[in-house]
């Protein structure tokens, strides 16, 4: 199975060092959203979001990637 986690960690790096712990432990590609803005996903089995919530959502770079 091929999978992926897009993130933005800002502020302290929680969702980061979140998803550093899920990637020692798991293969996947990880995406930082504040860097990559869209990436092609055809081909992933398994796609996850990680984001710290700012007013109810997603921080806005996890959101602009979804979309993309």
């Not at 502020?11 to 092609?40: C, S, W």
């Amino acid at each position: 199975m091929k999978a992926a986690i897009i993130y933005a960690s800002t502020h302290h790096g929680n969702t980061k060092k979140l998803e550093d712990a899920i990637a020692r432990k798991y293969p996947m590609t990880v995406f930082d959203a504040q860097t990559v803005p869209a990436a092609d996903l055809t081909g992933y089995d398994l796609i996850g979001f990680a984001s710290g919530i700012a007013w109810g959502k997603f921080y806005g770079s996890v959101e602009r990637f979804a979309q993309a």
